[in-house]
């Protein structure tokens, strides 16, 4: 099998697992992350592998409908990086409120706050 076959297979596998939803448990979404990852990782070993001087016409032509998938594939990434990041800072917020909540005297106050008129 040639490395563009190889190539288009482990892409489309690829866009496949991102096709499915993001796992609501922290668990399995470490492990759909995991899997992403090798995937990525396993796909740049590939292309660092393709000599773009001896590709045959049914190899670029493979090519062409690699790359259309590819910007199938990074939108779809895009979007889980997205929700992804969206999920940290939802829990940074958490961890914020939490954190007043358990001791609300910790920082500074807008309460007791002494504005000198003169300005000195």
Known sequence: MSVVKELYIATQSLYEHTEKPLPKEDDSRDQFIAIIDLKLEYRAALIEQIERE????????????????????????EVIQAKIQANLSELKVKKQTHKKYENPYDGPTTDGVFFDKRGV
């Open 54 to 77: 001896n590709l045959t016409a049914g190899e670029k032509k493979l090519g062409d409908e690699l790359i259309k998938l590819n910007t199938k594939l990074n939108a779809r990434l």
